[in-house]
Every structure is written in C-alpha cells, then in structure tokens.
C-alpha cells in the first residue's frame, strides 16, 4: 500500500486543519490494527483513544506519525477545530437528490473514496448543532454539538485497496473551502425540524394501505414496527411475541416498500423498535404518549381518524391480513428473538414445544494458540469495537453459562445475558423439559440440547497461520512497544515512567508491567497471557528470569527495571515475525 508524505498532505495541517492517525490498510480489507481481517472498519478508526483532543496541525508530530514502515491512515477532524464539514454523495439516492437540487460542481476541495464524492465546505455557526445527518442519501459530517466526528482524506488507502485522491485542481492546496450552498442548508433544517413550521406526519398504520416509495421507506417502516411493538405491551418480552413482530415487518417490507429494504435493515428496525418500547417501559411513559412524541402517531381525534379512513379509501387498496397477492416469499425465513436467538420446534411445522436455538449466532473455532472460541452476533455489533458483533472466548469461559455472560457483558459493555440466571442457564446448558408431538394420545417428553452444543454442531473452523498465533501476536505488540524506546540520554540514565530507552552500554531498560499497561490500553489480554508468554520467551533464551537492574531518580525514588541485551532484543523479534518451519500446516503440534 501506499506509503504517506508530509508534502501528500499539503493545504491540509499548514491551513490550520486537524489531522487524525488512523490504522492503515495491510492489504483489502485487511486492517493494521489487532484485529487486522476480523475488523469491521478496516482503515477508517483512529489509534489514538482520545483522538478528538489529540488531533493536531503540529508538523513535527504529524512527520512523527508517518515515519513508519506500517500501513498508515490520515483523517481530518471536522468541526470549529479545523473549520470545515465533510458532505458525502452515498449512492444512486444522493446523486439523483444532487441533481434535482441542480447544485451541479461547487469549486470546493473534492476528493474520490470508495462509495462517491467528498466535498469539504466551510464551517459556520449557521449550521444545526448535530455530529452526523443523511438526508435523502447525502451524508453530512459536522462534528457539531460536541461530537467528534473524522473523514479519511487522500493519500490514504481505502479498505478495497484503492487510494483516496483529490479531483484534479481541486485539492485544499489548490482552493479554499467554499461555505455551504443555501439549498443544502434548507434541505438540512427543514429535515432536522428545527427551521420552521412542522410538518404533519402520517399515522404509522397507514403503510399497510398505501406503499412506499424509496426515500421513506426505512423512516415509516420503523414508525410501523414502533407502533405494533408498543401495542404488544409488557408481552414484547416473550419470544414469540418477538417473533411474530418481525413477521409483521417482514411482510410489510415485502408487500408495500418498494422496492423491499434489505433483510439486514429490516431486522435492524425490528430491533430498534424493541429498544424504543423497552426505553420507554423502563421510564414507566404512557405508551399512547411515548408514541405521540416520538411522531409515530398523531393524537387521536375524530377529524384525524377520518382523514385516516378517507386516505385509506382513497388508495383502493385492503388491510395486509386480507391482500390478496400472487407474491410469495421463495424461501421460509429464520425467527429469532430480539438478541438472535430462535424460539422454535427443533422440527417446524409440528406439534413439537418450542425450544431455544443458534438462531442468529454463530461460532468460529480458531485453532490458534491457545484455542479461541469467537461467538459472533449481528445484534451486537452496535456495542462490540468496530462494530463487528464478535465476542472472543477460551475454552473454560466457553463451557460455563455464567464465564460467557460475564464476557459478553465486558465485551459489550451493555449485554446482560444472566439477568435472569436460571433462564440463562437452561438456555447455555440445555436441559429444559419439551414435549414433541403435544397434541397426540402419547406425547413424548425429552431434554433439550444447549444452545453451547447446538453452535458447536454448525460451528465453522479456521486454521491460522504462525502470525496469527496468539504468543506471536503478543510477540508483536511487545516488539512494537520496544522499537518505539528512546535513545540513550546524555546523562544515560533510564526512563523514570518506566518506558523502554536505551543506554549507552547497548542495553534496554524497561519496567515490565508498566510496558504490558501500555498494551492493554490498546489490546485486550486474558487472564494469565501475560505470564504465559513470559515462560515461553524464557524457555527459548533458556534462562530462569530476567536480568534486573535498580536506578535511583530525582528525588530518592528507586524503580526496579528488566535490562535486556541485544540478545534477548533479537529473540523477541524472531518470534513475532517467525513462520511454522512445516509452512503453516495446522494438523502438525508446535
């Protein structure tokens, strides 16, 4: 991949712009970071934890940045920090709204990335006092209302292996930043309703009767699936319940959104409707109220229950229940409960006790070192990093109901999967009491099989190579800890903070935990990974512990320090690049 000047970068940090450090990308869809093919942003999410406060125009640390040797993106901070917005043509929708509002070519910086155009406009005070708005496919980045927010600019590589590159004459070194055109703006106060007089909605029912075009499809079908989720009521808990919501906006997707949304949004509504309900029950809101506020239905009174029925007539068209219609799905679809899981006969269309199933989830066994269990759930993803949805567990936390929910809740930082531990644990474990054939003069009763055994039965394998093999990963995140240490100083005396430096006799002084704090900063250790890799860097040097050395600092403080030599340095560095002598054969011990 491409590799990122100071001089690529002109018209950006030298006009008072704030870059952002981001991962790079390896190669497609590969990203730089821990998680390199398993990301789901490849290339997109900054380094740095703080990045909003560590964004800067300062070219000693921006040239820091970039001198490198790994893959390595840059993107600006939007906002009053470096005065300007990023708006994004996202597809067919935004280019056909673009060339209705006949906004044409703005001479303003414009860059090509993967899906459209970037234009960077000028920031002003006059904008809304949102981070990030769609409005009819134009994706708007503001960074307003104290939410940081960053687009990746050229020269950096985007997850399909492309280069970002700014259209020819129209890069920030070039021209200045234009400010947002008048339409644009009209566009975005009239949709955020706050620039004006409101515009009266209609009721969510009335998508079963009129069909919907592209544009609102998405917005009424989430209004739909809100207003039969608040009639549910406190039921909305039960599975079935749940289930039989999503039917529900399946077949309105299917029969009046035209054309249907996309399985992934439409379970995405199912669930974002669950959440509105299960909010507003929490704050104990009248259910008529909540919805009336959220504009999912008007207040009741005769002259709207009219305009109700008269639009309905108007149409000529019939309740859903009794459409009558030649289309039929090609295939039964999954049911799953809010979380992904299936609440089902083990055998469908029979009498048999619903029992619970993988549904949604997923299992991917890693054969890595040590053996990795990585649960994957689309329902999580919006609480997982980089939104990936997975949640990685060993083999203990994998046997046990109450170690998973444990990992998913630290994972998640939200998901409490044992808030009723009994329940979880019949669920994990199996051994519930169904009846199958219920219904017969003979039902017979059986215990089900744990959702644990009935992921393992469709799990999928992977078989990494060496430098996906966790002491080697652990290998590299050390050695990258190491080769950012500082040179010897004058004085030749070590790091008070602990950080690794050099001293003038070629030796490296570094405190231990202090080096390992860095890296969970960063990445996520298990529980005794730490020693674990400890004993075997040992055992290759074949010694029984590290050399220490002990300095007294300013002050009479005395820290405690592991002195490496070129020796250990150098072992270190084979075993985070090293490959299997064998070429990877996952069948052959290590």
């Not at 950096?156 to 280069?163: A, Q």
């Not at 249907?260 to 704050?283: D, T």
């Not at 990877?584 to 290590?590: A, E, H, I, M, V």
Request: a neutral charge; charged letters at 25%; one cysteine or more.
């Amino acid at each position: 991949m491409a590799r990122i000047s100071l001089g690529s970068l002109a018209g950006t940090y030298d006009r008072g712009w704030k870059l952002v450090r981001l991962y790079g990308v390896v190669e497609p869809k590969v990203c730089s970071c821990w998680k390199g093919r398993y990301c789901g942003t490849p290339g997109k999410h900054p380094i740095d934890d703080a990045w909003q406060f560590t964004a800067t125009d300062d070219e000693d640390k921006i040239a820091a940045w970039l001198d490198t040797d790994r893959p390595l993106n840059i993107g600006v901070l939007l906002g009053p920090k470096s005065g300007i917005i990023d708006v994004e043509l996202d597809g067919t929708e935004a280019q056909k709204a673009w060339k209705e509002l006949d906004l044409g070519e703005i001479w303003t910086p414009t860059y090509r990335a993967g899906r459209g155009p970037h234009r960077l406009f000028r920031w002003d005070e006059s904008l809304p006092p949102i981070q990030v708005r769609k409005v009819r496919g134009i994706e708007f980045r503001f960074g307003n209302d104290g939410l940081a927010s960053q687009s990746v600019i050229p020269p950096s590589t985007h997850h399909t292996g492309v280069i970002y590159e700014w259209v020819d004459g129209m890069s920030p070194a070039e021209i200045e930043p234009a400010p947002l055109p008048e339409k644009l703006l009209t566009l975005l106060w009239n949709d955020d309703g706050c620039g004006g007089g409101e515009k009266r909605r209609k009721p969510a029912r009335l998508i079963m009767y009129q069909p919907i075009a592209e544009g609102g499809r998405n917005n009424e079908l989430y209004r739909f699936a809100c207003r039969e989720a608040t009639r549910s009521g406190p039921t909305i808990e039960q599975p079935l319940e749940q289930q039989d919501l999503l039917a529900k906006v399946r077949a309105i997707n299917f029969l009046q959104c035209k054309p249907p949304l996309p399985e992934s949004e439409v379970v995405s509504i199912y669930r974002s409707a669950i959440a509105f309900v299960r909010k507003n029950q929490s704050k104990l809101h009248d259910p008529q109220s909540a919805m009336e506020c959220a504009g999912i239905i008007e207040p009741t009174t005769s002259d709207v229950r009219a305009a109700e029925i008269d639009a309905a007539d108007a149409t000529g068209s019939q309740p859903v229940a009794g459409c009558p219609t030649d289309r039929e799905p090609k295939k039964t679809l999954e049911v799953f409960t809010a979380n992904g899981l299936s609440f089902a006969p083990l055998t469908p269309d029979t009498n048999s006790e619903p029992e619970w199933g993988a549904g949604e989830w997923r299992l991917t066994i890693v054969h890595s070192d040590p053996l990795e269990y990585r649960l994957h759930v689309p329902a999580w993803k919006s609480h997982t990093p980089n939104n990936t949805g997975n949640v990685s567990l060993t083999v203990d936390q994998y046997r046990s109901a109450t170690k998973v929910a444990a990992a998913v809740l630290a994972a998640t930082g939200k998901v409490m999967l044992d808030s009723e531990p009994k329940v979880w644990h019949g669920i994990w474990d199996g051994g519930l009491k169904v009846h199958d054939h219920r219904h017969s003069t003979t039902p017979s009763p059986r215990r089900t099989k744990g959702v644990k055994a009935k992921l393992l039965e469709i799990a999928e394998e992977e078989w990494p190579g060496s430098s996906s093999l966790r002491y080697v990963v652990l290998a590299g995140w050390l050695y990258d800890r190491l080769c950012a240490a500082s040179p010897p100083s004058e004085d030749d005396i070590p790091d008070a903070s602990g950080r690794a430096s050099w001293r003038k006799d070629g030796t490296l002084w570094f405190a231990w935990g202090k080096l390992w704090e860095d890296i969970e900063r960063s990445h996520r250790l298990a529980e005794g990974e730490r020693l674990h890799f400890k004993r075997r860097l040992l055992a290759r040097l074949g010694i029984k512990e590290w050399n220490h050395g002990r300095h007294r600092h300013a002050g009479n403080q005395h820290r405690s320090y592991v002195v490496w030599t070129r020796r250990e340095f150098g072992e270190l560095e084979k075993m985070a690049t090293e490959e299997m002598a064998d070429g990877g054969d996952p069948t052959k011990s290590l």
